[in-house]
């Protein structure tokens, strides 16, 4: 009797241990936290290249001016069309730049062995709206921030 006195204390207590152990184990495992849901933050567009209002202060600079003696929309005529234009430069500063400069001082060579006259009355803001314009007759050369 002795020894089943000291075996029932000894065997609850074991008992009481591995009860305690399993539960601990069990509170261990590693509960996978959940990730805020991301919202996908776009990417705003880039602005129009032009504005609808320098698009048609261009055009009517255009129309106002000689351009039309050599140039067509379209067709290739001394110079070339103002849509192959719009195709060989794309739509940003550096191209508003290069092609502000040719109309004001004239060019030659880009486009074959005819100069292009310069234009030195035209101001640099209307050259600027007239460039602006005739990149805009590609819809298939977007905007770029390319400087």
């Known amino acids: 009797m002795k020894i089943i006195k000291l075996i029932t204390p000894a065997l609850c207590a074991t008992l009481t241990l591995s009860v305690c152990v399993v539960s601990a184990q069990a ?6 936290k959940k990730k805020p849901a991301t919202t996908a933050t776009k990417t705003p567009p880039p602005p129009p290249f032009a504005t609808d209002a320098e698009i048609a202060d261009g055009k009517d600079l255009i129309s106002k001016s000689d351009c039309l003696t050599c140039h067509k929309i379209e067709d290739k005529l001394v110079g070339p069309a103002y849509t192959l234009i719009a195709t ?34 035209i101001t640099q803001a209307d050259a600027n709206k007239m460039i602006k314009y005739i990149l805009t007759l590609n819809g298939k050369n977007p905007a ?4």
Do not use: E, F
Request: net charge positive; aromatic share 4%; hydrophobic share 25%.
């Open 88 to 121: 060989k430069y794309p739509q940003n500063q550096h191209s508003l730049d290069t092609l502000t400069k040719k109309v004001i001082t004239g060019g030659r060579g880009v486009w074959g062995p005819i100069p292009m006259a310069p234009h030195p009355n």
């Open 27 to 32: 509170k261990k495992k590693v509960v996978a």
């Open 144 to 147: 770029t921030s390319t400087k």
